[in-house]
């Protein structure tokens, strides 16, 4: 009996040590170094524990790490159904002082508050933050503390503010509201509904001219509504995105976050595009609307792009580098009104371009249907030099094959109608210059018309070669009022030679 009766006292004994160390003043004064040394092991920063407070029915604990962050949490728990209702705050005044601790550089002031009511089966968080400028208030369930169930409500987030928090440059300004309802956060059966509302945009040109050499308008605003559905391990999402230039759709934009992979289809419509050109380096006018799809997986980029546009269609196809253009049965004199040309030549276009984004060469093959040559400049000189009209002759199929270098393109180009023949080798268009430098070669009857196109490509210097013209009607002379007896001699043979 003696031994049973010592064996009680024994556990007696420990349990009030026990007590003594736990749940006391004296026993938290003599835990708070050892605790405090255990987390100071775990953290690559100065920590100081202020305060450890621990009782049978409460606790209380603040925690300082480095400069200006300080974490703290108080309320009452229940060791035995390990159930707790609790109090915390987080304020951090600086998160680039927690770079070592997090792993990447934040900037700017972070702080959240909020209650942790439950148990091991089942904790709920409420709280609120003002994270980015925002606020926010979040309700977040953890089921044997694995994340169950989210919902938040983000009001007034600042893009800047939010670009500057995770070290990135001020690109942008705007603000943002987010409604999501998640009842599952199961990353492999995702359930739920994420709702997204940006109002006044701002694009900054500085920095995007700094960073992606883009001298983007200086009132570039934007806005947008993003729904997005969470199924399985995917989110889908509707977009509708509004800037001052050009708007974006999409019905089906789909994120898999099992393989990071991208869906969508779009719908780009610019009113004006000439306000493109900060992309273009082209003067347009006029619109267009493209429709396509884009894929994005860990083998490349895909896109796909149709428009029915110039009185004819165009569809593209990107995939990675390579770019394949196929237009059909587009109205030229629109497309040199588009581009704020000259009208030249009058006809039916078909064309395929195969470009190269990295290395920017690429070969472009057109066939021209059933042309005529418009007046301008040239058709006036002809006309006046070689007395001809050329605008009168049609061109049942005309080629341009070109290659492109960079900005450069080199073209062979050939025409040929009932009473002419035009040819070009070689001929210089430099895009980024805006220049021109060709010659075209135009047979009339038996007449050659060397024509030297040169300068601004919007109104080049046209040069016509006269002394072709003088021999030419020299030569028609001699033809009339050479007599036949003559022409069919050695001495006509060398007159005609002459010219």
Do not use: C, W
């Not at 009842?183 to 995007?208: C, E, F, Q, R, Y």
């Not at 220049?435 to 070669?441: A, E, G, P, S």
């Not at 080049?460 to 007599?483: F, H, N, T, W, Y």
């Amino acid at each position: 009996m003696k031994y049973i009766v010592s064996i009680v006292v024994l556990l007696i004994l420990f349990v009030g040590a026990i007590y003594g160390v736990l749940f006391t003043a004296p026993g938290n004064d003599f835990m708070r170094p050892i605790i405090e040394k255990k987390i100071a092991m775990q953290v690559p920063l100065p920590t100081k524990l202020e305060t450890f407070l621990l009782r049978p029915d409460r606790f209380e604990v603040a925690l300082q790490i480095g400069e200006g962050t300080h974490i703290g949490a108080k309320g009452t728990m229940n060791p035995m159904s390990q159930s707790v209702d609790a109090a915390y705050d987080v304020d951090i005044e600086e998160l680039a002082n927690l770079q070592k601790l997090i792993g990447q550089k934040l900037n700017g002031p972070f702080r959240t508050h909020g209650t942790v009511k439950g148990d091991r089966k089942m904790m709920h968080i409420d709280g609120k933050s003002d994270i980015a400028g925002s606020a926010t208030d979040y309700h977040l369930a953890l089921r044997n503390f694995n994340p169950e169930n989210l919902k938040a409500k983000i009001v007034h987030l600042h893009i800047d503010r939010l670009l500057h928090m995770v070290d990135q440059p001020d690109y942008a300004e705007g603000l943002v509201d987010i409604d999501a309802n998640i009842p599952s956060l199961d990353m492999k059966a995702l359930k739920g509904n994420v709702v997204t509302k940006i109002t006044k945009g701002l694009v900054h040109p500085a920095p995007v001219k700094n960073d992606f050499n883009l001298s983007i308008p200086s009132r570039l605003t934007f806005k947008g509504d993003i729904h997005t559905r969470l199924a399985g391990t995917k989110a889908i999402s509707d977009v509708d995105f509004l800037t001052s230039i050009a708007r974006l759709k999409s019905k089906t934009l789909t994120y898999d976050i099992s393989d990071g992979s991208l869906t969508t289809d779009y719908n780009l419509h610019v009113p004006n595009l000439d306000d493109l050109y900060f992309v273009t380096n082209q003067h347009m006018k006029g619109k267009i609307t493209v429709t396509g799809d884009v894929k994005v997986a860990k083998n490349g980029v895909e896109a796909t792009a149709h428009s029915d546009t110039l009185g004819g269609a165009f569809d593209a196809l990107f995939k990675n580098d390579k770019a394949s253009v196929k237009i059909k049965n587009i109205q030229t004199v629109a497309l040199t009104d588009m581009l704020l040309y000259p009208h030249i030549f009058d006809s039916r276009a078909n064309m395929n371009l195969d470009y190269d984004t990295l290395t920017q060469l690429g070969t472009l093959h057109a066939e021209l249907l059933n042309g005529q040559i418009l007046p301008n400049k040239m058709s006036f000189l002809l006309r006046q030099m070689a007395n001809f009209d050329i605008t009168r002759e049609v061109y049942e199929r005309t080629t341009l094959d070109t290659k492109i270098e960079k900005k450069k393109l080199h073209s062979d180009l050939y025409m040929k109608s009932k009473l002419t023949e035009i040819t070009s080798k070689n001929g210089l268009i430099d895009l980024e210059k805006q220049y021109i430098d060709t010659k075209i070669d135009v047979k009339i009857r038996k007449m050659l018309l060397p024509v030297v196109l040169k300068g601004k490509l919007t109104d080049p210097e046209i040069k016509v070669d006269s002394q072709g013209v003088m021999k030419a009607k020299a030569k028609e002379e001699l033809e009339k009022r050479l007599p036949e007896h003559i022409k069919k001699s050695p001495a006509g043979d060398i007159l005609k030679k002459l010219f």
